[in-house]
Every structure is written in C-alpha cells, then in structure tokens.
C-alpha cells in the first residue's frame, strides 16, 4: 500500500496535492470571508448567501479585479469571456470522500 501525502485546507476541507496549491486555495478563501463581511457591514439587506457567493467571486478573479483596479476595467469583462481554469481544478478526488 502506497502513502500519497496530501494537505487539507482547513477552511473547506478541500485536499490538494501539494503545500503550495493548498496554501493559495486557503488564502483566496480568506480575502473571500473578508469580502463578504465588507459586503454585509456595507450593503443593507443582502443575503448572507448572496455576499458569500460574491465574496468567492471577486476573490477568484482576485488578479483580474487588481489589474481593473489599476487602470485597465476592460480586463473584468474580457476576463469573464475567456475560459480560466478553475482553482478547483487542483483539489484531488480526496476531497470528494470527506
């Protein structure tokens, strides 16, 4: 029987293959919590459901919201038309089991 290392990220019980994948997917879900409680403090009568799908949202297109940021708005929506990767693309089968 092999031993196959593998790090979970504590916020989601997402498992991936190595520390760094892992780390990333812990830190976008951190700046989602954080978005999503500015949300909530800052827009009345919105979901707490609606906020957090926001929240995940916008810290996903983390990059592409940063470069609009800086001058260059066009990069949301032509973001949006291209097909990216999802970041749950490096979560192993493992996390599916849990």
């Known amino acids: 029987m092999a031993v196959v290392a593998v790090w979970k990220c504590d916020r989601d019980g997402a498992m991936f293959d190595n520390k760094k994948d892992a780390e990333e997917h812990d ?14 403090r800052n827009i009345e009568g919105v979901s707490e459901e609606a906020s957090e799908e926001i929240g995940l949202m916008l810290a996903k297109r983390r990059e592409v919201l940063a470069k609009a940021c800086k001058g260059k ?26």
Do not use: F
């Open 27 to 40: 830190k976008m879900l951190e700046l989602a919590a954080n978005i999503t409680a500015l949300i909530e």
């Open 73 to 98: 708005p066009e990069e949301l929506l032509a973001a949006e038309k291209q097909d990216e990767p999802s970041s749950d693309e490096n979560v192993t089968p493992l996390a599916a089991n849990q």
